[in-house]
């Protein structure tokens, strides 16, 4: 699989475009509070492409089912991801860190959101069961 992301004229003066051989998104795709970052989940990886130069900044392994949804932090230094066996895991963007993985969900979770200070996540899977999760 690739690890190049290139910018590209065709679709917009500030777009980057994951280059044909990289994974292509498959649940989860979101930049990072200051735009520095975008994360893409593709099956069971995530990888982190840095905006500026579209050039892979990390890969990630751990989940074992597909990744869902995604949410960062307003600092940017964590980014949160749910997957199809109802796992959350916490990464660390600086180098693509797993820090936790927590057994959150009996079904799929299919959204994330954090509140706007970073102290609080909320996480949904597709039977409607809501969770909140406090962020230290």
Do not use: K, M
Not at 27 to 36: A, M, V
Not at 40 to 56: C, F, K, P, R
Not at 76 to 91: K, M, N
């Amino acid at each position: 699989l690739g690890t190049r992301c290139r910018r590209s004229g065709q679709v917009g003066r500030d777009a980057v475009r994951i280059a044909p051989d990289a994974p292509r998104p498959t649940g989860f795709y979101g930049l990072s509070p200051d735009g520095q970052l975008l994360g893409v989940g593709s099956e069971t990886d995530l990888t982190l492409w840095n905006v500026a130069d579209g050039q892979l900044h990390a890969r990630t392994a751990g989940h074992l089912f597909r990744v869902g949804d995604g949410a960062f932090t307003p600092s940017g230094e964590l980014l949160f991801t749910g997957d199809e066996g109802g796992t959350l895991r916490v990464w660390r963007t600086s180098d693509g860190a797993l820090l936790h993985a927590l057994p959150a969900h009996a079904g799929t979770i299919t959204g994330l959101a954090i509140s706007p200070d970073g102290t609080r996540l909320g996480s949904v899977d597709t039977s409607g069961q809501v969770r909140f999760w406090g962020v230290h």
